[in-house]
Nanobody, 121 residues
Framework: QVHLVESGGGLVQPGGSLRLSCAAS????????MGWYRQAPGKERELVAN???????NYAGSVKGRFTISRDNAKKTVYLQMNSLKPEDTAVYYC???????????????WGQGTQVTVSS
């Protein structure tokens, strides 16, 4: 069983900053990618950023230069530092990891419950 706990969402004014955290727990043997997706009302869920187990990040074009993703492998935690926030960043943000519960077993995607980020004056 894998459990993802997200924190750090909230209400912020345009131009402000927030830092999201997601800690994974459970019988995890190995984690490949860790990342964040978001879903705004009436829109499909989209990738915001992810980072592989080597530490290489990947960003959506709309957040590049404003958001920074990082991970702490020892803590099984992924972070998303969001700066220069815009109203269009308003969405529910979901943590995602691709992990295996046993060595040499297949990898599966696991999701957090989501945390609301609202950017508004």
């Amino acid at each position: 069983q894998v459990h993802l706990v997200e924190s750090g969402g909230g209400l912020v004014q345009p131009g402000g900053s927030l830092r999201l955290s997601c800690a994974a727990s459970g019988s995890i043997a190995n984690i490949l990618d860790m990342g964040w997706y978001r879903q705004a009302p009436g829109k499909e869920r989209e990738l915001v950023a992810n980072i592989n187990n080597g530490g290489t990040p990947n960003y959506a074009g709309s957040v590049k230069g404003r958001f920074t993703i990082s991970r702490d492998n020892a803590k099984k935690t992924v972070y998303l530092q969001m700066n220069s926030l815009k109203p269009e960043d308003t969405a529910v943000y979901y943590c995602n990891i691709r992990a295996t519960l046993r060595i040499f077993a297949k990898y599966d995607d696991y999701w957090g419950q989501g945390t609301q980020v609202t950017v508004s004056s």
